[in-house]
């Protein structure tokens, strides 16, 4: 409820002042969510609804549905001050802003379900994924800085811009979403650290 009250209050302050666009006020609401549900909900949780819904009698990959129903709707409640901020704040709609933000709902469902399945994947507590999470976070700066190097990361990041304001970059965002959704079920069944 913190969550959307501080979303809430930045969207009439933008609505009256204008300092941001769209895209600006869906970034500060996925900062705002992430802080509040995947950061300090995680730490304050520690498990303890996990066990207690697996306690319940229904199927085991059900727990994890649920946990991802939960995101969704509360996703979606951001969703519809993005939708509130379009029909207030902006006198032209173009088919590329709904294909953006339809693109911007896949990437931002995408990355919470990576965090789901990072926190699914440390519970098998192994050196080798710890390992392999520096090793990737390392690699990916290393693609950056070395795209930076030889010219091609603007010409890059303008591609890929241009590809999320089109049906075919918001329709793989939202299938990948989908996906990975699938594999963090697939996984929290596996891991059985809140049967402990």
Same mark, same amino acid.
């Given at each position: 409820m913190l969550s959307y009250l501080i979303a809430t209050i930045v969207l009439i302050a933008v609505l009256l002042w204008d300092f941001m666009d769209v895209f600006g006020f869906a970034s500060h609401t996925t900062i705002n969510y992430f802080i509040f549900m995947g950061i300090l909900g995680s730490q304050i949780d520690k498990e303890k609804r996990s066990r207690l819904y697996t306690s319940l009698p229904v =199927?085991? %990959?059900t @727990?994890?549905?649920m946990d991802l129903m939960y995101v969704g709707l509360c996703h979606a409640g951001m969703v519809i001050l993005w939708i509130v901020f379009l029909i207030i704040g902006y006198d032209h709609i173009s088919a590329r802003t709904v294909w953006g933000l339809l693109s911007l709902n896949g990437f931002i469902l995408s990355l919470i379900v990576m965090f789901i399945i990072h926190t699914h994947l $440390?519970?098998?507590d192994t050196? *080798?994924?710890k %390992?392999? @999470?520096? /090793? $990737?976070m390392l690699a990916v700066v290393a693609a950056m800085a070395t795209l930076q190097y030889f010219g091609t990361f603007a010409r890059l990041m303008g591609f890929l811009t241009r590809q999320l304001a089109m049906p075919s970059g918001a329709i793989a965002l939202n299938v990948l979403a989908l *996906? =990975? /959704?699938y594999w963090s079920t697939v996984l929290f069944t596996r891991r059985k650290s809140y049967l402990a």
């Open positions: =199927l085991q %990959r @727990v994890p549905m $440390g519970f098998f050196k *080798l994924y %390992r392999s @999470v520096y /090793a $990737g *996906l =990975l /959704a």
